[in-house]
């Protein structure tokens, strides 16, 4: 612009900064607005909005507030938007008392806070469990004639319901509907929530009811939360009843649906179901993510379905998942339990072939299985090179390689590595203990002498 006569004025440095505010590109935005200023140009509440708001997002909440104190000293006119953006920031920081002195801040300024920012200041409240306190601020948004929204009230009643205070939570529903507001799927939402977490399926159930009569469909987070509190509840029947509802009526299931029902049906031991209706949701075009995948891993392990659970491996390093510990340290506790043991001992090397290090509980689950394969000695060496990997033994560490001495016969390394144990503050088990116990007895003397 400059080099063709033009010079820029307010409004399109304002438009300039704001483009690389919005992509993350904040340095740039920042020498833009010194270029601002360099010329003797008076930035605007827009110009200072669109840094305060990249800052807010980059996690720069100290300059954005230096920034609302520059507009304050250079007697610009601050608005709510950029207050309730900081304010948002702050919150979302975990600093919420410097949010509230914002809003105190806003306050002296002339500037009232809207309904956006006291739900703002609700909803951080509560997400730290400070749910009376919560009540405060919208007693006091009432009492400065500001009245709450469905969000305020949902955002209470979700705060509530997680807080095991369900009663309390339909107290308030009904409150914001002699207020006129009518509750959304979000409120139904967390009251079934409430119920289900509570184990109050029959409750939750009404409530789910109660919505569909008032014309409120359940989204797909609804039914996921019913379909969870049935299967927690062993309720696997009526999970499936809902699950065919929503093949009939919608909303289309996604990977929590079926994550969620297939690792119920492997905890009640309905191997073939589960994997019936894993082939069912890649019928149905529905992409298993990596989540869906290790149920389904952790189930075949479980159930002894271990070729099984290896071909679904092999499939999941072939799609491209980005793989941890996690399944292969399933995968070693599988081939484990199955007496595989050479197997588990290849996984395990190689592990570091992937760059991966063992943690503390494959490291038990392998140290487990070689003393129960007899072989202590094994254990031991594995157990002594947990520290190569930068991974201390535990309790449960130490307890176990402990037990696969004594129950091999060698307990004066059982006593030698209690002693290293206890020197650790760690102590022994029940189990641990009471083979030490046994030993004492039936070799009539102390073991410790």
């Keep these: ?164 205070m369900v009663f309390e939570a339909e107290d308030i529903v009904d409150a914001m509907i002699k207020r006129g507001i009518e509750p959304d799927v979000v409120t139904y939402c967390a009251l079934v929530n409430g119920h289900c977490f509570q184990n109050e399926m029959d409750k939750a159930r009404r409530v789910f009811n109660l919505m569909i009569e008032k014309g409120c469909a359940p989204n797909i987070v609804t039914y996921n939360t019913m379909i969870n509190g049935y299967c927690k509840d062993k309720r696997l029947d009526e999970a499936m009843e809902l699950f065919h509802e929503i093949s009939r009526k919608g909303p289309i299931p996604d990977f929590v649906t079926y994550s969620t029902l297939m690792q119920s049906m492997f905890q009640l ?32 392990c479980k159930t002894g379905h271990i070729e099984e659970a290896l071909k679904l491996y092999q499939a999941m390093q072939n799609s491209g998942f980005e793989l941890d510990i996690v399944p292969y340290t399933i995968l070693i506790d599988g081939f484990c339990k199955a007496g595989h043991i050479e197997v588990a001992k290849e996984l395990f090397h190689q592990l570091s072939n992937n760059g991966l290090k063992p943690d503390v509980v494959t ?35 130490y307890n176990v390689t402990i037990r696969g001495f004594l129950r091999n016969s060698y307990s004066s390394k059982a006593t030698q590595l209690l002693m290293e144990m206890v020197g650790k503050g760690f102590s022994a088990d029940i189990i641990t203990a009471t083979l030490f116990m046994d030993l004492i007895i039936h070799s009539n003397k102390s073991i410790l002498l």
């Design 269 to 300: 031991g309905k191997v073939s179901t589960a994997c019936e209706l894993f082939r069912k949701m890649l019928a149905s075009g529905q992409v298993p993510d990596i989540v869906t995948c290790l149920i389904l891993l952790d189930g075949l």
């Design 363 to 397: 490291y038990y689950l392998m140290i487990n299985r070689l003393c129960k394969e007899g072989l202590p000695a094994e254990a031991y060496r594995l157990f002594g090179s947990m520290g190569d990997n930068d991974c201390l033994p535990n309790s449960c560490c």
């Design 1 to 164: 612009m400059e080099s063709r006569g033009f010079e820029p004025n307010n409004v399109a440095y304002s438009t300039v900064i704001d483009c690389p505010c919005k992509n993350g590109l904040l340095k740039e935005a920042l020498d833009l607005f010194s270029e601002v200023k360099v010329k003797g140009i008076r930035p605007k509440i827009i110009t200072y909005t669109c840094l305060i708001h990249g800052m807010c997002n980059s996690g720069q909440q100290e300059e954005a507030t230096r920034l609302l104190n520059e507009m304050v000293d250079n007697n610009i006119s601050l608005d709510i938007v950029a207050y309730t953006l900081l304010i948002d920031a702050l919150c979302k920081e975990g600093t919420i008392s410097k949010a509230v002195e914002t809003v105190d801040m806003m306050r002296k300024q002339g500037i009232e806070p809207n309904v956006v920012t006291y739900n703002t200041l609700v909803d951080a409240h509560c997400k730290e469990g400070m749910v009376f306190e919560a009540e405060d601020i919208v007693d006091a948004m009432i009492k400065r004639g500001i009245e709450p929204n469905v969000v305020t009230y949902n955002t209470f009643v979700d705060a509530h319901c997680k807080e095991g």
